[in-house]
């Protein structure tokens, strides 16, 4: 046995046996051949701890409910006007939600084939996928309800994929499960969108962490883009403790779709969120607790991609089949631009009977943004630092406008298509900044 792991306490020994299961699990290291005659550094091996999903707020009848409606921020990022005029709602699309469930009995998710397949990898049981937080049901809420609320694509699908347990901390080697379930079945299921919203203690500027399971995580996100199945991550929500750019693992990966957050109304007081907090709010405000990466960066592939509304709003609840909750986040911003990417991918393969390339479409959300500052103001609004930057805030009726105008100047016509259309690959695509 190694001389470096007899010295270690008993504690430290525990910890070291905890990471070593998982990462032998989710890594696929299957043979001491594999590993050649050297033995990875730990660092290498470790498995990565994910912070607790903050479970959202139920609301009561006799609460104010004209704030923070879903509706007004499906309206700031025009996805209402995008369903009109382009005649899209998601229908034939489906997004897994790697989270803590979903209440599968809401209104919201009502209809024949609207939830095709369970799956829960926090027990024994796969197909028990009962959401005691609230937090995966309140992001499937944004993305597709259709009922007492409606999401951004209201008659697209939804998969939930249990990683997580209430409060607990989680990690990365349980989501990189999820990914390999989707990738096993994201044909039997018409899986075209992942969201992932969870965060590392951590903040990184690059994706290069050594940790064999985050590396496997890029590799399904990236085998999963070949096939035209988008992953959207949150950015994550501790930027006020490290008070300088950067993003969480796993959002950091350059294969993903990465998501800060803005708030969607003008409104008072924010409490703070793991130490950040607002005195006021405005429309398109960046909130102070969003990590956020610029382009300008050395790693810029690894950027904040996009931002979309994740202050406080109303979506589905775990009460009971017409509960409702409020919450904020990151989290919230990722499942708006799921929903956003179902909708572009709804008019891609209407008009041209394909999915598009994940490279397209995130070319197309940045060709159709629109512009929004993380400038400090004076007097101070919030308490965090600044970066004097531009970004991007989603808007699905220009990410649809750019889609239609690639394909009115690429002269398409759909009879003479062959085979699969519009695939780019590689690195990410940047509309400089």
């Known amino acids: 046995m190694n001389c470096d792991y007899l010295r270690r306490s008993?504690?430290?020994r525990r910890e070291f046996l905890k990471f070593s299961a998982a990462v032998l699990v989710a890594a696929d290291i299957d043979s001491a051949n594999q590993l050649g005659n050297s033995t990875p550094r730990e660092s290498e091996l470790q498995d990565i701890r994910l912070l607790p999903p903050q479970p959202p707020q139920q609301l009561h009848a006799y609460e104010n409910l004209t704030k923070w409606k879903l509706a007004d921020c499906i309206a700031l990022i025009r996805a209402d006007l995008a369903r009109e005029r382009f005649g899209i709602d998601g229908s034939g699309l489906t997004v897994a939600v790697l989270d803590t469930g979903l209440n599968t009995t809401h209104v919201d998710f009502?209809?024949?084939?609207?939830?095709?397949?369970?799956m829960n990898f926090t027990s024994n049981d796969q197909n028990d996928v009962t959401d005691s937080n609230g937090h995966g049901t309140h992001l499937g809420g944004i993305i597709v309800a259709n009922g007492l609320h409606k999401g951004v694509a209201p008659c697209a699908r939804i998969v939930p994929v249990k990683v997580t347990n209430?409060?607990?901390f989680g990690w990365l080697s349980?989501?990189?499960?999820?990914?390999?379930?989707?990738?096993k079945h994201h044909d039997q299921y018409g899986i075209s969108v992942v969201n992932i919203s969870y965060e590392g203690e951590e903040s990184y500027t690059a994706d290069d962490h050594k940790s064999q399971v985050f590396q496997k995580v890029r590799g399904l996100i990236r085998e999963l883009r070949d096939e035209d199945v988008?992953?959207?991550?949150?950015?994550?929500?501790?930027?006020?403790?490290?008070?300088k750019e950067g993003m969480s693992i796993p959002a950091i990966a350059r294969?993903?779709?990465?998501?800060?957050?803005?708030?969607?109304?003008?409104?008072?007081?924010?409490?703070?969120?793991?130490?950040?907090?607002?005195?006021?709010?405005?429309?398109?405000?960046?909130?102070?607790?969003?990590k956020r990466l610029h382009a300008s960066t050395p790693t810029a592939e690894c950027c904040t991609d996009l931002f979309a509304p994740g202050g406080t709003v109303q979506s589905t609840g775990i009460q009971n089949n017409v509960g409702f909750d409020t919450g904020q986040g990151t989290s919230q911003a990722a499942a708006f631009v799921s929903g956003v990417v179902l909708l572009v991918q709804h008019y891609i393969r209407k008009t041209t009977g394909q999915l598009p390339s994940v490279e397209d479409i995130e070319q197309w959300?940045?060709?159709?943004?629109v512009d929004i500052q993380d400038a400090p103001s004076d007097p101070p609004i919030d308490n965090v630092v600044h970066t004097n930057k531009t970004f991007r805030r989603v808007d699905a009726l220009g990410a649809l406008e750019a889609a239609q105008s690639y394909l009115v100047h690429a002269g398409f016509q759909k009879q003479k298509l062959p085979g699969k259309c519009f695939r780019g690959r590689g690195r990410k695509a940047r509309k400089p900044r």
Not at 365 to 369: F, I, M, P, Q
Request: net charge neutral; aromatic share 12%.
């Open 365 to 369: 959300l940045v060709a159709g943004s």
């Open 110 to 118: 009502a209809g024949k084939d609207r939830i095709p397949a369970t």
């Open 230 to 243: 988008a992953t959207v991550i949150s950015a994550g929500n501790r930027f006020y403790p490290f008070s």
């Open 255 to 290: 294969e993903s779709i990465s998501v800060g957050a803005v708030y969607s109304i003008s409104d008072g007081y924010q409490p703070p969120v793991y130490g950040a907090w607002a005195r006021k709010t405005a429309p398109d405000q960046i909130t102070p607790y969003t």
């Open 174 to 183: 349980v989501v990189c499960k999820g990914l390999e379930y989707v990738q």
């Open 166 to 168: 209430s409060t607990d």
């Open 10 to 12: 008993k504690s430290e």
